[in-house]
DNA sequence: AACAGTTTCAACCGCTATCCC
DNA sequence: GGGGATAGCGGTTGAAACTGT
């Protein structure tokens, strides 16, 4: 087939950017705002490729980047996360202000992996490393169990469409033994796990809004993981001082909509109830994702 | 001080998803 | 619905910085 290329090759610059180069940069997008990224440099006056302008913007430039070291609160955050959500570094971004997605990548491979092994944890599955070889095994133990709350049926026909993670190690065979790739989507999830007894926060949540309502898709997925009793998802960290919500749809699996459960705050929820549920095509990749039950 | 090895992280690349005509 | 254009994502690379000898 063949693209045409993003941008003029032979007329831009490439690797690091130059002071004069960044202020232009900021210049244009304080004066015209994001987006059009394409256009962006030529309007600009820079000779960079509009995904480069992109990139240096998200990543760097932004005001509203934290930058800095990171804190042991968002340290942990990051675990559980990506224990949840595996290599889905812009979900795990958006759940840690200021920060981004290409920062928590390079976090992840160069401190939180050896974190992870000094604990004698495997980084990719979140189990322990000794127990790699019971993996197998312990799936199909486990299973029964994991399944308890989904409707008979619906995992088996759909297994793609859904699934309701747990923090529970079982419930991360999407990022097993091998590495996630774009080339190779993993397998989708084969587990409906359960209950998401959730440690993550690290501070009691407080709801604030008791009054939003509860997210639709919440109703609609019918009973799939409501046997546990969790409703919204939620969680707290002292580390960025705001409840972070992660129901789906600040988890950015809904289109990007502006979260609308009142920070987990659903009615039924209860403050202390330290339960999460996800629903979405994890590993499945976005194919299916209009056939969810997010609608 | 000089060199080699290691670590870090900004930037790039290729791919997929989404938008728009 | 099809196809091209564009945006966004995750993996990888490589130069700079750091550390050890």
Request: charged residues 20%; neutral net charge.
């Amino acid at each position: 087939m063949g693209r045409s290329p993003c941008c003029e090759k032979a007329h831009t610059n490439k690797g690091a950017w130059t002071k004069e180069e960044d202020q232009r940069l900021i210049a244009y997008i304080k004066a015209n705002g994001e987006g059009c990224w394409r256009s962006l440099p030529k309007a600009a006056g820079l000779l960079r490729c509009g995904k480069s302008c992109r990139l240096r913007w998200i990543n760097y430039l932004r005001p509203d980047l934290k930058r800095g070291n990171f804190t042991e609160e968002e340290d942990e955050l990051i675990i559980k996360l990506h224990e949840l959500l595996g290599n889905k570094w812009s979900l795990i971004a958006g759940r840690l202000p200021g920060r981004t997605d290409n920062e928590i990548k390079n976090y992840w491979n160069t401190h939180i992996k050896r974190k992870l092994l000094a604990r004698g944890v495997d980084p990719q599955t979140h189990r322990p490393l000794n127990a790699a070889a019971d993996h197998h095994q312990q799936q199909q133990l486990q299973a029964p169990r994991r399944f308890a709350a989904a409707p008979a049926g619906h995992h088996h026909h759909h297994p793609d469409h859904f699934a309701v993670l747990s923090n529970s190690p079982e419930a991360c065979s999407h990022s097993s033994d091998d590495e996630p790739s774009s080339a190779t989507p993993p397998p989708p999830p084969r587990h409906l796990g359960i209950d998401l007894n959730l440690s993550i926060s690290l501070a009691p949540y407080q709801p604030q809004d008791q009054t939003s309502e509860p997210m639709k898709q919440e109703e609609d997925d019918e009973a799939s993981a409501t046997a546990n009793g969790a409703g919204n998802a939620a969680m707290t960290t002292t580390a960025t001082t705001a409840a972070v919500c992660l129901c789906l749809n600040r988890l950015g699996l809904h289109g990007g909509e502006v979260c609308s459960c009142g920070r987990g705050g659903a009615p039924s929820m209860q403050a202390s109830t330290h339960m999460f549920r996800f629903i979405t095509p994890l590993g499945g990749s976005h194919h299916n994702s209009s056939s969810t039950t997010m609608t």
